[in-house]
């Protein structure tokens, strides 16, 4: 990846500027949640111990510290309860509008809501109640080294984006 303009950068990744996980198994202890992503399912962990229910995953349960953990489905769709956008000043590597929620999920979701990212929404489109779905995106890759061997290992990240 080539960033034109920069030229301490041309031809080389800018690892120090990623923003995304690294999602192998090697480097991350919640590797399944990626994997669930790229199978299209929002998960997290809910302790056995105490069946307390965490967003993100983790490893060890934040209630009782116990490392039992299942992962579990969370659904697909949510309402906006509350969003901030964006439109000047956005990050290098995000987009304007950079919109931000907070979704609910719904009663029956053992997360009943969660922030994210809106995505593919036009500036001023997005309300107050409106439905959103997930939508799993490719995230560049780069070279991972585990033992003096080379990968390229696909990335994928999660936002939402407005129904219809």
Aim: with cysteine.
């Amino acid at each position: 990846m080539s960033i034109l303009g920069v030229p301490v950068l041309e031809n080389r990744y800018p690892v120090t500027m990623d923003m995304w996980p690294v999602e192998h198994k090697a480097f991350n202890r919640i590797h399944r949640f990626y994997e669930h992503l790229k199978e299209g399912r929002l998960t997290t962990t809910r302790c056995k111990s105490c069946s307390h229910t965490a967003f993100p995953p983790r490893v060890i349960c934040p209630e009782c510290l116990g490392e039992d953990l299942e992962w579990i489905d969370l659904p697909k769709e949510g309402k906006v309860l509350v969003f901030t956008e964006q439109v000047k000043g956005v990050p290098l590597g995000f987009q304007a509008p950079l919109i931000h929620a907070w979704i609910d999920l719904g009663p029956q979701s053992p997360i009943p809501r969660l922030l994210s990212r809106i995505i593919n929404c036009e500036a001023g489109r997005l309300k107050e109640g409106d439905e959103v779905r997930l939508v799993v995106f490719e995230v560049p890759s780069h070279p991972i080294e585990i033992k003096k061997e080379t990968i390229t290992a696909e990335r994928v990240y999660y936002a939402f984006e407005p129904k219809g």
